[in-house]
């Protein structure tokens, strides 16, 4: 029993000094996520829906997220629609184009 306890803390000695960085550098850190490919510039309502996040051990919930990025496609839509619609009207209306 001794044995075993004495074997945890050593363990656990271990751990915190490999933890603190007294063993040596660490190897330089790289990204190997994908990033999120979104266009610059204006978004469209198509440019949000084709997002797709990378999971992690405490991660999202998938559908909330996907919920909300449908939501803001479709306001994104709806205002283009309108902005595109006001824009024809001042064209029929004899206004010049801003």
Same mark, same amino acid.
């Given at each position: 029993m001794w044995l075993f306890a004495?074997?945890?803390?050593?363990?656990?000695a271990a751990?915190?000094?490999?933890a603190s960085g007294r063993t040596g550098a660490l190897p330089e850190e790289y990204d190997d996520r994908p #990033?999120? +490919?979104?266009?610059?510039?204006? /978004? &469209?309502?198509? #440019?949000? +829906?084709?997002?797709?996040?990378? /999971? &992690?051990?405490?991660?999202? +919930?998938?559908?909330?997220?996907?919920t909300l990025l449908a939501r803001l496609a479709d306001q994104l839509d709806r205002g283009t629609a309108a902005e595109e619609e006001a824009?024809?009207?001042?064209?029929?209306?004899?206004?010049?184009?801003v």
């Amino acid at each position: 029993m001794w044995l075993f306890a004495v074997l945890v803390v050593l363990a656990m000695a271990a751990v915190a000094v490999v933890a603190s960085g007294r063993t040596g550098a660490l190897p330089e850190e790289y990204d190997d996520r994908p #990033d999120v +490919r979104v266009p610059a510039g204006r /978004l &469209a309502g198509d #440019d949000l +829906r084709r997002v797709r996040f990378s /999971l &992690a051990f405490r991660g999202y +919930r998938m559908s909330e997220v996907d919920t909300l990025l449908a939501r803001l496609a479709d306001q994104l839509d709806r205002g283009t629609a309108a902005e595109e619609e006001a824009r024809e009207e001042r064209l029929r209306g004899g206004e010049e184009p801003v």
